[in-house]
C-alpha cells in the first residue's frame, strides 16, 4: 500500500515555495493588486523569481527545460500558494497549458514547453461557453477552410486570459453541441486578428477573461491532438487541474483555519478568551478533522496522478468535491468567528472566502464532481 508521506526531495519544494510566498508573494501583494487594478494582474519580480526556482517548469520534462518534479510536488506548491493567495500565471500556464501541450502535443507544438519553462510564453485554456463547468458542451464551430480552419464562438471564465500569449481552444470539428465525439483542441494566437479578449476582475482580485472568436483563421499545424478525439486529452488536463485547485483550496483553507484558531486565542468575550468555550472548540474541531481528511484525499490525487492510476479521475473528483466543501465551511466559519471585524475588509479573513468561491467553481463545482464520482462509480 502506497504511504501517503511526501519524499525528502518533495518536502524541500514545499519549504522553498512557503519561503518565496511567504516573503515574495504576501497577502498584502494581493491586495496591492486589487486596489490598483493592475493591468498584469501579477507583479513581474514576483513571477521572475518563481520561474527561477524551477516553479513555471514543474511538471515540464528536463529535455524541455524542467524539472519533471511531478503532480505531489506541483501540488505542494500550489498548496503554499493557496496560503499566501498568490497570484502568478503558474496554474493557467505551467499547470494547464503544459499538461495540454504534453498531453496531446506533437512535433514543434511542444517547443512552446520551453519557453513556458522559462517564464517567457504564457497559456490559457479556453473551454467553458456557459456559467457552468460544461467541458462537452462546446458550440463554438472549426470549419475546415483550404489546409487550416476558421474558427467561430465564444469563450468565458478563462483564466488569465488577457495575459495570454496562446489560447487552448476546443471547437467542435463535427456532431451535436453536447457530443463528446468531434471536440477538437486548437492552438490559437491571442493577437490573432478576430480573436477578442475581454478581461474581468472577479471579487477575489483574479483575473478570467470572456474570449470571442470571429473567422479567426488557423492552419493544420493548429490542432493540438487528433482532430474530432480532443474531449479525451481534455479530460486528462481537467483531471490535473482539478486536483491542483483541490490542492490549493487545502492552502489557502488551512490558513484560513490557523488565522482563525489564533484570532480565537487573542479575541476576549465576558472577560475570557473565546478559545476557552466549549461550543467554539467543537467547531475548530470540526474543522481541523475535516481539513485532515482533505490532505489525504489531495495527496492521494496527486499520487495517482503521477502513477497514472486507473481511479485517478475517481481520486480526482472525489478530492475536488471535498476540498470545495471543506473551503465553503472553514471559510464562512473564518469570518463567523472573526465577528463583525471578519466581515470588514481590514481584516484578511474575508479574502480567504473571496478567494474560494471562484476555485470552487471553476473546472466544476461540488455537484458536479460528486455527480462524477457517482458515474465513475457506476451509480
Same mark, same amino acid.
Given at each position: 500500500?502506497?504511504?501517503?508521506?511526501?519524499?525528502?526531495e518533495?518536502?524541500?519544494?514545499?519549504?522553498?515555495?512557503?519561503?518565496?510566498?511567504?516573503?515574495?508573494?504576501?497577502?498584502s501583494?494581493?491586495?496591492?493588486?486589487?486596489d490598483? +487594478?493592475?493591468?498584469?494582474?501579477?507583479?513581474?519580480?514576483?513571477?521572475?523569481?518563481?520561474?527561477?526556482?524551477?516553479?513555471?517548469?514543474?511538471?515540464?520534462?528536463?529535455?524541455?527545460?524542467?524539472?519533471?518534479?511531478?503532480h505531489?510536488?506541483m501540488?505542494?506548491?500550489?498548496?503554499?500558494?493557496?496560503?499566501?493567495?498568490a497570484?502568478?500565471?503558474?496554474?493557467?500556464?505551467?499547470?494547464?497549458?503544459?499538461?495540454?501541450?504534453?498531453?496531446?502535443?506533437?512535433?514543434?507544438?511542444?517547443?512552446i514547453?520551453?519557453?513556458?519553462?522559462?517564464?517567457?510564453?504564457?497559456?490559457?485554456?479556453? %473551454?467553458d461557453?456557459?456559467?457552468?463547468?460544461?467541458?462537452?458542451?462546446v458550440?463554438?464551430?472549426?470549419?475546415?477552410?483550404?489546409?487550416?480552419?476558421?474558427?467561430?464562438?465564444? +469563450?468565458?471564465?478563462v483564466?488569465?486570459?488577457?495575459?495570454?500569449n496562446?489560447?487552448i481552444?476546443?471547437?467542435r470539428?463535427?456532431?451535436?453541441?453536447?457530443?463528446?465525439q468531434? %471536440?477538437?483542441?486548437?492552438?490559437?494566437?491571442?493577437?490573432?486578428?478576430?480573436?477578442?479578449?475581454?478581461?474581468? %476582475?472577479f471579487?477575489?482580485?483574479?483575473?478570467?477573461?470572456?474570449?470571442?472568436?470571429?473567422?479567426?483563421?488557423?492552419?493544420?499545424?493548429?490542432?493540438l491532438g487528433? *482532430?474530432?478525439?480532443?474531449?479525451?486529452s481534455?479530460?486528462?488536463?481537467?483531471?490535473?487541474?482539478?486536483?491542483?485547485?483541490?490542492?490549493?483550496?487545502?492552502?489557502?483553507?488551512?490558513?484560513?483555519?490557523?488565522?482563525?484558531?489564533?484570532?480565537?486565542?487573542?479575541? +476576549?468575550?465576558?472577560?475570557?478568551?473565546?478559545?476557552?468555550?466549549?461550543a467554539?472548540?467543537?467547531?475548530?474541531?470540526?474543522?481541523?478533522?475535516?481539513?485532515?481528511?482533505?490532505?489525504?484525499?489531495?495527496?492521494?490525487?496527486?499520487?495517482?496522478?503521477?502513477?497514472?492510476?486507473?481511479?485517478?479521475?475517481?481520486?480526482?473528483?472525489?478530492? *475536488?468535491?471535498?476540498?470545495?466543501?471543506?473551503?465553503?465551511?472553514?471559510t464562512?466559519?473564518?469570518?463567523?468567528?472573526?465577528?463583525?471585524?471578519?466581515?470588514?475588509?481590514?481584516?484578511?479573513?474575508?479574502?480567504?472566502?473571496?478567494?474560494?468561491?471562484?476555485?470552487?467553481?471553476?473546472?466544476?463545482?461540488?455537484?458536479?464532481?460528486?455527480?462524477?464520482?457517482?458515474?465513475? +462509480?457506476?451509480?
Open positions: 500500500m502506497q504511504k501517503l508521506v511526501l519524499t525528502e518533495q518536502q524541500m519544494l514545499k519549504d522553498a515555495a512557503q519561503g518565496l510566498f511567504s516573503d515574495q508573494a504576501p497577502v501583494q494581493l491586495r496591492k493588486l486589487r490598483e +487594478k493592475d493591468p498584469l494582474g501579477y507583479v513581474p519580480e514576483f513571477w521572475n523569481q518563481a520561474v527561477e526556482l524551477g516553479l513555471a517548469g514543474t511538471l515540464i520534462p528536463e529535455a524541455y527545460g524542467g524539472s519533471e518534479f511531478g505531489v510536488g501540488g505542494q506548491v500550489m498548496e503554499e500558494g493557496g496560503r499566501t493567495l497570484a502568478s500565471p503558474l496554474f493557467a500556464s505551467g499547470v494547464l497549458g503544459a499538461c495540454a501541450l504534453m498531453l496531446a502535443g506533437h512535433g514543434s507544438q511542444k517547443d514547453l520551453k519557453d513556458i519553462a522559462a517564464g517567457t510564453h504564457l497559456m490559457a485554456l479556453a %473551454i461557453e456557459t456559467g457552468r463547468h460544461q467541458p462537452a458542451r458550440a463554438t464551430k472549426a470549419e475546415a477552410q483550404g489546409d487550416g480552419f476558421v474558427l467561430n464562438g465564444n +469563450k468565458t471564465f483564466v488569465d486570459g488577457h495575459i495570454a496562446t489560447l481552444v476546443s471547437a470539428t463535427s456532431g451535436g453541441e453536447r457530443d463528446e468531434g %471536440i477538437t483542441l486548437f492552438l490559437v494566437d491571442a493577437n490573432a486578428e478576430g480573436v477578442s479578449v475581454e478581461r474581468t %476582475i471579487p477575489d482580485g483574479r483575473n478570467y477573461a470572456k474570449v470571442e472568436l470571429q473567422n479567426v483563421a488557423v492552419g493544420a499545424d493548429a490542432v487528433p *482532430k474530432d478525439q480532443g474531449y479525451e481534455l479530460q486528462k488536463v481537467l483531471d490535473i487541474g482539478n486536483a491542483h485547485l483541490a490542492a490549493e483550496l487545502l492552502g489557502l483553507s488551512s490558513e484560513a483555519f490557523e488565522r482563525t484558531v489564533a484570532y480565537m486565542k487573542e479575541r +476576549k468575550q465576558f472577560g475570557v478568551y473565546i478559545s476557552s468555550f466549549q467554539l472548540q467543537h467547531r475548530a474541531a470540526h474543522m481541523w478533522s475535516e481539513l485532515e481528511q482533505v490532505k489525504s484525499m489531495v495527496l492521494k490525487a496527486l499520487m495517482a496522478l503521477d502513477a497514472s492510476d486507473d481511479q485517478a479521475s475517481l481520486l480526482v473528483s472525489a478530492a *475536488k468535491a471535498k476540498a470545495s466543501q471543506v473551503a465553503e465551511l472553514v464562512n466559519e473564518g469570518v463567523q468567528l472573526h465577528g463583525g471585524m471578519g466581515m470588514t475588509d481590514e481584516f484578511d479573513i474575508g479574502l480567504f472566502m473571496k478567494r474560494a468561491r471562484p476555485v470552487q467553481l471553476l473546472l466544476g463545482d461540488f455537484r458536479y464532481h460528486a455527480d462524477r464520482v457517482a458515474t465513475l +462509480k457506476g451509480f
